[in-house]
T-cell receptor, first 111, second 112 residues
Framework: DSGVTQTPKHLITATGQRVTLRCSPR?????VYWYQQSLDQGLQFLIQ???????AKGNILERFSAQQFPDLHSELNLSSLELGDSALYFC??????????FGPGTRLTVL | GENVEQHPSTLSVQEGDSAVIKCTYS??????FPWYKQELGKRPQLIIDIRSNVGEKKDQRIAVTLNKTAKHFSLHITETQPEDSAVYFC???????????FGGGTRLMVKP
C-alpha cells in the first residue's frame, strides 16, 4: 500500500458524459500528478499540482481539467467523454523533489 | 521533451536466470532514474531508483546501472522468480519531483 488513495475504483459511463476522479495523496506530500494509461498510449503524464497550484501540464485534453484543494486532495474532471477516453487513470504523490508513489488507479470505461 | 526507449519489449527467462532491461533517453539534463514494476491491473510500484551522481545501486536481487555519457541505464534482476513476472517501466526525469516520462515498458515472463 503506497498511502495514496483513489476513488472510485471502477467507473462505467456513456459517451458525452462527465465524471470526476478523486485522489488523496500520502500524508505530507504536497505534489499530486495525474497519469493516463491506455493500451495504445502507455503511461502518459497529464498534469501536476503542487500545494494547490498547477505546476506542469502534459498532453491533457481541453475536455479534461483538474484541481488541488486546500486539504491537498485532487480531482480530475473528464467531460464530453469519448470511447477513446477509456483507460486506467493513476494519481501519484510526492514530497517536493522526491520519489513519486502511485495510487491504485481508477478504471474508466466509456460505452 | 524527453524521448525514452526500452529494450526489449518482451523478455522470457527461466526461473533462476538473470534478466536485463535497458532504457535509453535523450535529455542530457536528466538526473533521476527510477524503475517501476506493474502487475496486471495494478499500480506502478517503484522498485529501485538512482540519481546521476551514482553509477550503480543494488537492493538484494535488483540493481540499476547508469551510463550518463551514453544516456542509458539498465535494470538487472538476478535469480529471477515467477513473482518477478510483470511489466517494467523506466522513467528518466530532470529531477525527482518532475513529471515522469515513461518508456514503453518491458513484459518480463519468468517460467518456473
Amino acid at each position: 500500500d503506497s498511502g495514496v488513495t483513489q476513488t472510485p475504483k471502477h467507473l462505467i459511463t456513456a459517451t458525452g458524459q462527465r465524471v470526476t476522479l478523486r485522489c488523496s495523496p500520502r500524508s505530507g506530500d504536497l505534489s499530486v500528478y495525474w497519469y493516463q494509461q491506455s493500451l495504445d498510449q502507455g503511461l502518459q503524464f497529464l498534469i501536476q499540482y503542487y500545494n494547490g497550484e498547477e505546476r506542469a501540464k502534459g498532453n491533457i485534453l481541453e475536455r479534461f481539467s483538474a484541481q488541488q484543494f486546500p486539504d491537498l486532495h485532487s480531482e480530475l474532471n473528464l467531460s464530453s467523454l469519448e470511447l477513446g477516453d477509456s483507460a486506467l487513470y493513476f494519481c501519484a504523490s510526492s514530497v517536493a523533489g522526491d520519489t513519486q508513489y502511485f495510487g491504485p488507479g481508477t478504471r474508466l470505461t466509456v460505452l | 521533451g524527453e524521448n525514452v526507449e526500452q529494450h526489449p519489449s518482451t523478455l522470457s527467462v527461466q526461473e533462476g536466470d538473470s534478466a536485463v532491461i535497458k532504457c535509453t533517453y535523450s535529455d542530457s539534463a536528466s538526473n533521476y532514474f527510477p524503475w517501476y514494476k506493474q502487475e496486471l491491473g495494478k499500480r506502478p510500484q517503484l522498485i529501485i531508483d538512482i540519481r546521476s551522481n551514482v553509477g550503480e545501486k543494488k537492493d538484494q536481487r535488483i540493481a540499476v546501472t547508469l551510463n550518463k555519457t551514453a544516456k542509458h541505464f539498465s535494470l538487472h534482476i538476478t535469480e529471477t522468480q515467477p513473482e518477478d513476472s510483470a511489466v517494467y517501466f523506466c522513467a528518466p526525469t530532470g529531477r525527482a519531483g518532475n513529471m515522469l516520462t515513461f518508456g514503453g515498458g518491458t513484459r518480463l515472463m519468468v517460467k518456473p
